[in-house]
C-alpha cells in the first residue's frame, strides 16, 4: 500500500511539475512576443478609432511587427538620434506636424534609399514629383539626397495633401498612395476618412506603420530596446563652404579641403558624380566636416 501511495504521489508531483513548465513556457514566450501598448492613439492630434475590429487589428499587426524586429528597430532609434534633429525644425518651420518625421522612418529607414520605382533620399521622392517641389535632379546633382532640401519638398506636399484632403492622417496616406489615386477611392466609396477606406494593402498599412515606429521610438525602453547614449548615432559639425563654379575633380577638391573623396561623399550625397560642372553659376553649398575622422 505505502508503495502504491508513493507512486500515486510521485505521478501527481509530475503531472504539477509539468503544468508548472508548461504555463512558465507559455508565459515566456507570450511575454517575449507580445507587450501592452496603448489603445488610445493619435496621428498628428488626430484621433485613431481603436474603437473599430479591423483598426485595433491592424494596429495590433504593426505594433507585434515592429516591437519584434530587434535589428531593425534598433538601427532606426540610432539613426533617429542623428536625423531627426535636422528634419524636426523644418517641419516647424513649415507648420507640419513633428509625427511626419515617422513617415521618413517607414518610407526609408532613414537612410538614402532607393526603390526598385526609382524613388530615392529619405523621403522616397520620383525624379518628376522631385522637380515638381524645385529639387535638382540630374546626373551629376541629385537633390532628393539632400536631407534638407528633401525634408522641405516633403513639407510643401504634406501642406498640399492636407489642403486637398482636409486632415493630415489623408496627407500622410496619400504620401503612399498618390493624391489622384487616393481622390478616386474618395470619389468612388463616397468618403474621405482613411480608417473607412477599402485601400491596397500597402496603403492600408502605412499610417498603422507610422503609429507604431512612433509609439516605439518615442518609448523605447518601454518595448525592450536598451540603446546607450553612446550608441546612438550623432552628428559631425561641419562647416558650409559656397561654391559657385565648376569643379573637375571631386576627389582634388575634397583633398585641398583636408579630407578625402570618401568623407565628402558621405557628407554631401546629392554630389552623384566625380565632378560638379556649373555653367550656370549656381551657389552649391557644400559640407565639409571639422570632426569625427581624426585617426
Not at 61 to 79: A, D, P, V
Not at 157 to 186: C, D, H, P, V
Request: net charge positive; proline share 4%.
Amino acid at each position: 500500500m505505502k508503495v502504491m501511495n508513493r507512486i500515486g504521489l510521485l505521478a501527481l508531483l509530475i503531472v504539477i511539475g509539468s503544468a508548472l513548465i508548461y504555463s512558465t513556457t507559455k508565459n515566456v514566450a507570450y511575454s517575449k512576443y507580445h507587450k501592452d501598448y496603448p489603445l488610445e492613439m493619435d496621428f498628428a492630434g488626430e484621433r485613431v478609432p481603436t474603437s473599430l475590429a479591423d483598426v485595433k487589428e491592424r494596429l495590433d499587426r504593426e505594433m507585434s511587427i515592429n516591437i519584434n524586429m530587434n535589428s531593425t528597430t534598433s538601427l532606426l532609434i540610432k539613426r533617429a538620434n542623428r536625423v531627426f534633429p535636422i528634419i524636426e525644425p523644418i517641419l516647424a518651420k513649415n507648420g507640419v506636424p513633428d509625427d511626419f518625421k515617422y513617415l521618413a522612418v517607414i518610407e526609408s529607414g532613414l537612410v538614402n534609399a532607393v526603390s526598385p520605382s526609382g524613388a530615392k533620399g529619405v523621403w522616397q521622392f520620383m525624379p518628376e514629383t522631385a522637380k515638381e517641389k524645385g529639387l535638382e535632379v540630374r546626373e551629376q546633382v541629385d537633390e532628393r539626397y539632400h536631407l534638407e532640401k528633401s525634408t522641405q519638398a516633403a513639407c510643401e506636399y504634406l501642406k498640399r495633401a492636407k489642403e486637398k484632403f482636409g486632415s493630415w492622417t489623408m496627407a500622410a496616406a496619400s504620401y503612399n498612395g498618390g493624391m489622384s489615386g487616393l481622390q478616386k477611392q474618395i470619389d468612388f466609396q463616397k468618403s474621405n476618412n482613411y480608417y473607412d477606406l477599402w485601400l491596397t494593402e500597402e496603403t492600408a498599412r502605412y499610417v498603422f506603420r507610422i503609429l507604431a515606429l512612433k509609439e516605439i521610438m518615442k518609448n523605447p525602453e518601454k518595448y525592450g530596446y536598451l540603446i546607450p547614449e553612446q550608441a546612438l548615432y550623432k552628428n559631425v559639425l561641419v562647416k558650409k563652404i559656397t561654391v559657385d563654379s565648376t569643379i573637375t575633380d571631386l576627389a582634388d577638391f575634397a583633398l585641398k579641403q583636408g579630407i578625402n573623396y570618401k568623407i565628402l561623399k558621405t557628407h554631401n550625397p546629392w554630389l552623384r558624380d566625380k565632378k560638379l560642372e556649373n555653367t550656370t553659376k549656381k551657389a552649391y553649398e557644400i559640407h565639409i566636416p571639422i570632426e569625427g575622422y581624426q585617426k
